[in-house]
């Protein structure tokens, strides 16, 4: 109704302004690129009017009516060129001939590369920069912004890590500037990741895959992330504050030019947004870092880059209480805690890269890179929660309506960590590039050392009514009945010290062909080489992309891509349950193949991209595993074979003139099949089906094969978008609107088998809406002067509808071992006022 209104509005001022008129002109001519060449489909228009024309197949267009003898602005814009103003005052009657001439610039409609100007064989989406500082988000993170596209699925605000066709958090490829990032390995929890790595502030352009990318990423499974961030040519900068978070980024060059320098500093707080919580307590979350990029150069043939980045972030809580209401309609719980103790974590990381570029001519690029990566992270903890399951009264009527009035269980649960982490990694690489004519030959050679060292020690003790659990079965005929074992619910000590080291390699070639009847293609193949020393292999992933642009079909990309991908594991997914390393580990294997399409059409006088993609993935030697909110364990001795299918949609273009919007949908379905996980059903002699502690009972057994079971990524549908308005005519006044829903991803409860996992969630829903407004839109010429660029106010709503969304359980149990799994919910409304200023 907002976009009806404002659309409606603007177009009765525009025919009340157009009425007053009174004589008119024409103007007429042709849009060209700079090589020449017509362009179809380019949008002419009177800036301030609804006078407007496309552009025929000729690049010719025809403006009639256009108002004499006031000065006016024509501009012709079209898709990935940048747009052309011409301003001009008419006589009555005239006939005005105006002839534009566009050219290229970077396009964010992935299927043509409009700065290479040639066919993309691979589905590289491209992001607006602007949009994630603008975007309505928790995170103010680029990734929040990912969280939108098809295929990619997250249900947690909290926290950067999403989910790509099906893949887990740790199969996901992230590089700023060609250097390969990593996440800090203890973080369990949303609340304890700080900041990620990649500051929207410096960012000038974001290219992400879903899948079926090219040989030149790799080794991991599902999805890449490719960030380059600004090669300053002036001074500027922006400082932002807000309820949450607080930043500041300078760039600048020398007075030669050939010195370059890019930095930013952050610190975040989400204080505010944790008081939401239904555990109440003394949150003190502190996180900050700097990071910086420095470039130089050093004559016509090299040039050399430093990347920096440090953070030092830490999460203490100290809890104080909890009342979760939960159940069914029929049967409404409430659950209440009381703690003691205090949760402390701490992670401190620092990552550089140094790059030296040599440009032997024109068509060939050679990059040699020498980079680190450290990490130190502790996380320590004792809390002790008792609790109460209560009843509660339902009815309006009584006196106590809504609190507990039959107590079900209560009890006490203990939890103790002493987690240290610390993890070194150094790599040597070369990387080149080679253009000539319709070739692009890529390639590539790695060298990495890693090492770890990491002390694990944690436990749980449950106690329910005086009982520890597990409580074991009484035995007929024990002559003890009274003294039975103390069991822990869960216990995992270990310290591991590892070292790796790994080699890679790749080459790829793409190949431009225009054919007689100028249909296009490009075809794209390549391989990847990997030995690493823990597991003695030695992998080949080969790798084809294609892409079709028919001439019959001009508007029309088809794609196809296959391949071989492997994720040869970092360290995680080598440590079971217990802390314990599998040196028997082997990669994990994905046979990928894609089939997707790109549509451009013309709706509204403006530019749109409808993109669809169907998918299928074989898996075999995957690591099963097991998400607790974003802790990921892997059941590290267990081998799986599995697969994913799913098509992903999106609709990309200005819904609203000016501004970015998309709607997207996914359906996926991911499964797999655990190697030995067979079990027996026993039977009395009725029979009866026997639970465990009447085994003994038995007189017959079935054997049970699971088969396949969803994994814990399989989100069934996922729906967002991200919708940008203004009032028309004035874009100082504008609405972003993020929203994400997602169905309900299986679980199970803990120290449970990966086929007893299989319940639901419920449905991850959330609405994000922010209204920004910049008061120095209208003077523009007064700002310039004072090199400020433009100040932005923004209001922000984060879970608009108050949703309680849920992340994980807690699992109880009283002394009757009756399991109660207790919804946690994530954050609940917020308002939140963000300033931002750029110069």
Same mark, same amino acid.
């Given at each position: 109704?907002?976009?009806?209104?404002?659309?409606?509005?603007?177009?009765?001022?525009?025919?009340?302004?157009?009425?007053?008129?009174?004589?008119?002109?024409?103007?007429?001519?042709?849009?060209?690129?700079?090589?020449?060449?017509?362009?179809?489909?380019?949008?002419?228009?009177?800036?301030?009017?609804?006078?407007?024309?496309?552009?025929?197949?000729?690049?010719?267009?025809?403006?009639?009516?256009?108002?004499?003898?006031?000065?006016?602005?024509?501009?012709?814009?079209?898709?990935?060129?940048?747009?052309?103003?011409?301003?001009?005052?008419?006589?009555?009657?005239?006939?005005?001939?105006?002839?534009?001439?566009?050219?290229?610039?970077?396009?964010?409609?992935?299927?043509?590369?409009?700065?290479?100007?040639?066919?993309?064989?691979?589905?590289?989406?491209?992001?607006?920069?602007?949009?994630?500082?603008?975007?309505?988000?928790?995170?103010?993170?680029?990734?929040?912004?990912?969280?939108?596209?098809?295929?990619?699925?997250?249900?947690?605000?909290?926290?950067?890590?999403?989910?790509?066709?099906?893949?887990?958090?740790?199969?996901?490829?992230?590089?700023?500037?060609?250097?390969?990032?990593?996440?800090?390995?203890?973080?369990?929890?949303?609340?304890?990741?700080?900041?990620?790595?990649?500051?929207?502030?410096?960012?000038?352009?974001?290219?992400?895959?879903?899948?079926?990318?090219?040989?030149?990423?790799?080794?991991?499974?599902?999805?890449?992330?490719?960030v380059t961030y600004k090669h300053p040519e002036s001074f500027g900068g922006s400082v932002y504050l807000s309820f949450l978070e607080a930043g500041l980024s300078l760039q600048g060059t020398s007075k030669n030019k050939r010195f370059t320098y890019l930095m930013?500093?952050?610190?975040?707080?989400?204080?505010?947004?944790?008081?939401?919580?239904?555990?109440?307590?003394?949150?003190?979350?502190?996180?900050?870092?700097?990071?910086?990029?420095?470039?130089?150069?050093?004559?016509?043939?090299?040039?050399?880059?430093?990347?920096?980045?440090?953070?030092?972030?830490?999460?203490?809580?100290?809890?104080?209480?909890?009342?979760?209401?939960?159940?069914?309609?029929?049967?409404?719980?409430?659950?209440?805690?009381?703690?003691?103790?205090?949760?402390?974590?701490?992670?401190?990381?620092?990552?550089?890269?140094?790059?030296?570029?040599?440009?032997?001519?024109?068509?060939?690029?050679?990059?040699?890179?020498?980079?680190?990566?450290?990490?130190?992270?502790?996380?320590?903890?004792?809390?002790?929660?008792?609790?109460?399951?209560?009843?509660?009264?339902?009815?309006?009527?009584?006196?106590?309506?809504?609190?507990?009035?039959?107590?079900?269980?209560?009890?006490?649960?203990?939890?103790?960590?002493?987690?240290?982490?610390?993890?070194?990694?150094?790599?040597?690489?070369?990387?080149?590039?080679?253009?000539?004519?319709?070739?692009?030959?890529?390639?590539?050679?790695?060298?990495?050392?890693?090492?770890?060292?990491?002390?694990?020690?944690?436990?749980?003790?449950?106690?329910?009514?005086?009982?520890?659990?597990?409580?074991?079965?009484?035995?007929?005929?024990?002559?003890?009945?009274?003294?039975?074992?103390?069991?822990?619910?869960?216990?995992?000590?270990?310290?591991?010290?590892?070292?790796?080291?790994?080699?890679?390699?790749?080459?790829?070639?793409?190949?431009?062909?225009?054919?007689? *009847?100028?249909?296009?293609?490009?075809?794209?193949?390549?391989?990847?080489?990997?030995?690493?020393?823990?597991?003695?292999?030695?992998?080949?992933?080969?790798?084809?992309?294609?892409?079709?642009?028919?001439?019959?079909?001009? *508007?029309?990309?088809?794609?196809?891509?296959?391949?071989?991908? $492997?994720?040869?594991?970092?360290?995680?997914?080598?440590?079971?349950?217990?802390?314990?390393?599998?040196?028997?580990?082997?990669?994990?294997?994905?046979?990928?193949?894609?089939?997707?399409?790109? $549509?451009?059409?013309?709706?509204?006088?403006?530019?749109?991209?409808?993109?669809?993609?169907?998918?299928?993935?074989?898996?075999?030697?995957?690591?099963?595993?097991?998400?607790?909110?974003?802790?990921?364990?892997?059941?590290?001795?267990?081998?799986?074979?599995?697969?994913?299918?799913?098509?992903?949609?999106?609709?990309?273009?200005?819904?609203?003139?000016?501004?970015?919007?998309?709607?997207?949908?996914?359906?996926?379905?991911?499964?797999?099949?655990?190697?030995?996980?067979?079990?027996?059903?026993?039977?009395?002699?009725?029979?009866?089906?026997?639970?465990?502690?009447?085994?003994?009972?038995?007189?017959?057994?079935?054997?049970?094969?699971?088969?396949?079971?969803?994994?814990?990524?399989d989100r069934r549908l996922n729906l967002t978008m991200f919708f940008q308005d203004y009032i028309p005519g004035n874009k100082a006044l504008q609405v972003h609107l993020r929203l994400i829903f997602g169905t309900g991803l299986p679980f199970g409860p803990?120290?449970?088998?990966?086929?007893?996992?299989?319940?639901?969630?419920?449905?991850?829903?959330?609405?994000?809406?922010?209204?920004?407004?910049?008061?120095?839109?209208?003077?523009?010429?007064?700002?310039?002067?004072?090199?400020?660029?433009?100040?932005?106010?923004?209001?922000?709503?984060?879970?608009?509808?108050?949703?309680?969304?849920?992340?994980?359980?807690?699992?109880?149990?009283?002394?009757?071992?009756?399991?109660?799994?207790?919804?946690?919910?994530?954050?609940?409304?917020?308002?939140?006022?963000?300033?931002?200023?750029?110069?």
């Open positions: 109704m907002l976009v009806f209104r404002f659309f409606t509005s603007f177009i009765l001022l525009a025919l009340l302004s157009s009425s007053s008129y009174g004589q008119t002109a024409r103007v007429g001519g042709t849009v060209t690129d700079d090589k020449g060449n017509p362009l179809q489909w380019v949008n002419v228009l009177v800036r301030n009017t609804v006078i407007g024309s496309v552009t025929d197949d000729k690049g010719a267009y025809e403006l009639r009516s256009v108002p004499a003898n006031k000065k006016i602005v024509i501009t012709a814009s079209y898709v990935g060129y940048r747009k052309q103003d011409t301003v001009l005052v008419l006589k009555p009657g005239e006939n005005r001939a105006i002839h534009f001439v566009l050219h290229l610039e970077a396009t964010n409609l992935p299927g043509l590369d409009v700065k290479e100007n040639v066919l993309r064989s691979e589905n590289i989406q491209q992001l607006n920069p602007k949009n994630v500082l603008i975007a309505p988000t928790v995170g103010t993170g680029v990734e929040d912004l990912i969280k939108t596209l098809p295929g990619v699925t997250s249900n947690n605000e909290l926290s950067a890590q999403y989910s790509v066709r099906g893949g887990n958090y740790d199969e996901n490829l992230v590089y700023v500037d060609g250097i390969e990032i990593y996440k800090p390995f203890l973080v369990n929890s949303g609340e304890q990741e700080g900041l990620s790595f990649i500051n929207p502030a410096l960012v000038s352009r974001i290219n992400f895959s879903a899948g079926g990318f090219g040989a030149r990423y790799g080794d991991k499974m599902s999805s890449v992330l490719d930013g500093a952050r610190y975040k707080t989400n204080r505010y947004l944790l008081g939401t919580l239904d555990t109440k307590g003394d949150y003190q979350p502190d996180f900050a870092d700097f990071q910086s990029l420095l470039t130089y150069k050093m004559s016509d043939l090299w040039d050399v880059s430093f990347l920096a980045y440090i953070s030092r972030n830490k999460y203490k809580v100290v809890p104080q209480s909890r009342q979760t209401d939960f159940g069914t309609f029929n049967q409404n719980l409430q659950f209440t805690v009381y703690f003691d103790g205090a949760e402390i974590d701490q992670y401190a990381t620092a990552q550089g890269g140094l790059t030296f570029t040599y440009h032997p001519h024109k068509d060939m690029k050679l990059d040699f890179v020498v980079s680190g990566y450290n990490t130190h992270e502790s996380e320590t903890y004792d809390v002790q929660g008792q609790y109460w399951i209560g009843q509660v009264q339902q009815q309006s009527t009584s006196p106590d309506a809504g609190n507990a009035v039959e107590t079900l269980g209560v009890g006490t649960y203990l939890r103790h960590a002493r987690n240290y982490f610390n993890a070194s990694v150094l790599t040597i690489e070369h990387r080149g590039t080679y253009n000539r004519r319709n070739q692009l030959l890529r390639w590539g050679l790695r060298y990495q050392h890693q090492w770890v060292n990491d002390q694990m020690r944690e436990w749980l003790l449950n106690d329910s009514a005086g009982y520890s659990l597990p409580n074991p079965v009484g035995i007929p005929g024990n002559p003890m009945p009274g003294i039975d074992p103390f069991n822990l619910s869960y216990f995992a000590a270990a310290h591991n010290v590892i070292q790796i080291n790994r080699a890679s390699a790749y080459l790829s070639n793409r190949w431009l062909i225009t054919t007689r *009847n100028y249909n296009e293609w490009s075809v794209n193949l390549g391989s990847r080489f990997y030995y690493w020393d823990f597991a003695r292999e030695f992998l080949i992933s080969p790798r084809m992309n294609l892409a079709f642009k028919p001439a019959l079909l001009p *508007n029309w990309v088809f794609r196809f891509a296959a391949g071989v991908y $492997y994720q040869p594991p970092f360290y995680r997914e080598m440590r079971d349950m217990n802390g314990q390393l599998n040196h028997q580990i082997r990669s994990p294997r994905s046979v990928q193949f894609i089939l997707g399409s790109d $549509y451009r059409f013309q709706m509204w006088g403006r530019s749109f991209l409808f993109t669809s993609e169907a998918y299928y993935k074989k898996m075999d030697h995957v690591i099963p595993y097991e998400v607790d909110n974003v802790r990921i364990r892997y059941y590290a001795n267990q081998t799986a074979k599995a697969y994913a299918v799913g098509m992903d949609f999106r609709l990309f273009g200005e819904f609203v003139k000016g501004v970015d919007s998309w709607f997207t949908l996914s359906l996926l379905k991911t499964a797999e099949d655990i190697q030995g996980d067979s079990y027996y059903n026993y039977y009395d002699r009725s029979g009866n089906l026997l639970s465990s502690g009447e085994v003994f009972q038995a007189v017959d057994s079935v054997k049970v094969e699971p088969g396949y079971i969803p994994r814990p990524t803990p120290q449970s088998q990966r086929y007893q996992q299989t319940f639901r969630m419920p449905d991850y829903r959330r609405v994000d809406v922010g209204f920004s407004w910049n008061p120095l839109e209208q003077k523009v010429q007064k700002i310039s002067r004072r090199k400020i660029s433009s100040f932005w106010i923004s209001l922000e709503v984060f879970n608009l509808f108050q949703v309680n969304n849920t992340i994980s359980y807690t699992w109880i149990k009283d002394v009757n071992n009756r399991q109660f799994a207790v919804p946690n919910y994530l954050t609940s409304r917020r308002v939140n006022l963000k300033m931002m200023v750029n110069f």
